[in-house]
Nanobody, 126 residues
């Protein structure tokens, strides 16, 4: 049974940084990703990394240049380094795993992702 466990959320002032971690177990995943859901809004794509194809990455336009997704190797957690945080980044952040490969807009579809973590709260104060 696959399991994803997120950590690293918290409260930070605008302009600050946080690093989220996602530890995955119980399966082999070609793509790992992060989504977020703010109160009253739908869950949205943030970033994804393909673990089997050279580590190619995809980012939502809203986080490009500020967030970085990374993974050292298949046995290490997936990280989301978040810099220059804004109040609008406040949300519950979810780690997701996909048994198949995705790129670009193909990663945005929530339905394609096979497993989800429980989420970690990120709050950015102004």
């Amino acid at each position: 049974q696959a399991q994803l466990v997120e950590s690293g959320g918290g409260l930070v002032q605008a302009g600050g940084s946080l690093r989220l971690s996602c530890a995955a177990s119980g399966g082999t995943f070609r793509t790992m990703g992060w989504f977020r859901q703010a109160p009253g809004k739908e869950r949205e794509f943030v970033a994804a990394i393909n673990t089997w194809s050279g580590g190619s990455t995809t980012y939502a336009d809203s986080v490009k240049g500020r967030f970085t997704i990374s993974r050292d190797n298949a046995k290490n957690p997936v990280y989301l380094q978040m810099n220059s945080l804004k109040p609008e980044d406040t949300a519950v952040y979810y780690c997701a795993a996909d048994k198949s490969y995705c790129s670009g807009n193909g990663c945005y579809d929530l339905q394609r992702w096979d497993y989800w973590g429980q989420g970690t709260q990120v709050t950015v104060s102004s």
